[in-house]
């Protein structure tokens, strides 16, 4: 065997030693070489395990030795640390109901904080529900609070009275004729400001219709001769009788309505009404402003005073809450008080008015 000869040893296929004699014969002494591994003799010109070789007998390791094995731990604890089928069963149920209940309480969080918003934005949120329930408690106290309550001068239920039975200083009822006309009856004072208008039409008086076209025509008559005054007096005391006059000839109106809607005086009477406003307006701007007057001829059982805090848009305590809702406007948000309500104006409240039996307490501006 030639001792300069080239051996190859391949491991897995692939070459792990190329060398001598000599040099394979140290490599299979030093571990290098293994009896699995394929060794080229190249005297033989063949491929042999290196554990058949002769000149390897004895020196080639069969495997590597095995690294120390790692200590087991002991079955008790094994068996502490790995719960039993049936224990890790019951935990997962125990985790999925404490999910469950989380994931309830959650969305009943949700929920309720929910109806609270939507609760809050009703009551005091701008615009939508909030608006709606404003205007409803401004229409109830629309309807508790007619805007023309004419001062006192007069007993109102006993004019209802004396008007219904017929008694002296009533129209006495017409007689059944053409046209169903009675006779002009003379008004007591055509001038007088009074509130025989508001008891007549209670529908506790029943009157015919020949007594209402009755009424209409000498009410309509009256407030057309407050237009014909040649030398009016001046000032306020003119304001008072064309206000007066205004309320005849809405008297006179109304009656005819209630005998048909479409009678052709009803026409006249509102002509007439159209003339006593400009009169109104000319006699009112004479001394005061546009503003002021407009309100007074909308507002005209409110005092001077108040309409003169009213036209400069000005809120003082004393005020009802229409004086107020004139004054300021609708206010922006309803808040209900301990003893009443209070109108915020302005996203943040910035000015408010507490109201307390109608009547403004406080004002914050």
Not at 76 to 88: G, K, V
Request: overall charge negative.
């Amino acid at each position: 065997m030639d001792d300069d000869g080239r051996y190859r040893v391949t491991r897995a296929g692939r070459e792990v030693f190329a060398g001598n004699q000599r040099a394979l014969v140290d490599a299979a002494r030093a571990g290098r070489v293994r009896d699995s591994d394929l060794v080229f003799d190249p005297s033989t010109d063949n491929w042999v395990f290196a554990r058949s070789h002769p000149l390897l007998g004895g020196l080639t390791d069969a495997t590597p030795a095995p690294a120390a094995p790692r200590p087991a731990r002991p079955r008790r604890e094994r068996l502490e640390a790995s719960p039993t089928p049936a224990a890790e069963v019951e935990a997962r149920r125990a985790r999925r109901d404490r999910a469950a209940r989380k994931r309830l309480l959650v969305g009943l969080a949700v929920f309720v904080a929910g109806i609270v918003g939507v609760g809050v934005w009703m009551l005091y949120g701008s615009g939508g529900p909030g608006e709606a329930m404003s205007a409803y408690f401004e229409e109830r106290e629309r309807e508790q609070n007619e805007p023309y309550v004419p001062p006192p001068g007069g007993a109102e239920g006993e004019q209802a009275a004396v008007l219904a039975e017929g008694a002296p200083g009533a129209p006495p009822p017409p007689a059944d004729g053409a046209g169903g006309r009675a006779a002009p009856v003379e008004v007591v004072d055509p001038l007088t400001f009074d509130t025989a208008w508001r008891s007549m039409d209670s529908e506790a008086i029943e009157l015919s219709d020949a007594q209402r076209l009755a009424y209409g025509a000498q009410y309509h008559d009256a407030a057309r001769r407050v237009l014909e005054i040649e030398e009016p007096p001046p000032g306020d005391a003119r304001l008072d009788q064309l206000l007066a006059a205004r309320h005849r000839a809405e008297f006179a109106r109304l009656n005819l309505e209630r005998v048909d809607p479409k009678h052709p005086d009803i026409d006249r009477v509102g002509s007439t009404l159209g003339d006593i406003e400009t009169d109104f307006q000319a006699a009112c701007r004479a001394d005061h402003g546009e503003k002021f007057c407009a309100l007074k001829w909308k507002w005209p059982d409110w005092p001077d005073a108040v309409l003169g805090f009213v036209a400069e848009e000005k809120v003082v305590v004393g005020m009802t809450a229409d004086q107020v809702r004139e004054s300021w406007g609708r206010p922006t948000r309803l808040r209900r008080t301990a003893g009443g309500r209070q109108f915020c104006y302005g996203q943040l409240c910035g000015r408010s008015v507490t109201i307390v039996n109608d009547v403004a307490v406080q004002v914050d501006d």
